[in-house]
């Protein structure tokens, strides 16, 4: 009688191993299944970032206003094309905004300078 029950108990235990075998295998193909989609979706998006970090470092390189118009002459006296080189708080603007060349924007400094001394440009605007 106990012989009948410990065989019962194994192959009631190896039937268990096999529907247990069964559900992880459906349990594998559907985890497999969401880890080929975070995959693609991961590769999507780092791609879509690359894109994005393209894009970004590809900007329009400003050219010298100076360099390509050689009629214009920086002046002290004019103080409307001064005035484009200077924010509205009277700051000198950096040659990475205005697209000067490095001999140009010393010379716009140089002559906003000039303008700011005898009062044509404010030097602080509050």
Known sequence: MSDEIISQ???HASNEHLTSEAAPS??????LKEVNVDAKSRQQTEKEEGDALKKVTRFKRKTCRFCANKDLVIDY??????S???TDRGKILPRRITGNCAKHQRIVAQQIKRARIIALLP???K
Do not use: A, C, G, Y
């Open 26 to 31: 459906k349990q594998n193909e559907t985890i």
């Open 77 to 82: 006296k004019n103080v409307e094309l001064l």
């Open 84 to 86: 484009k080189f200077i």
């Open 123 to 125: 030097f602080v605007v």
């Open 9 to 11: 108990e194994n192959s």
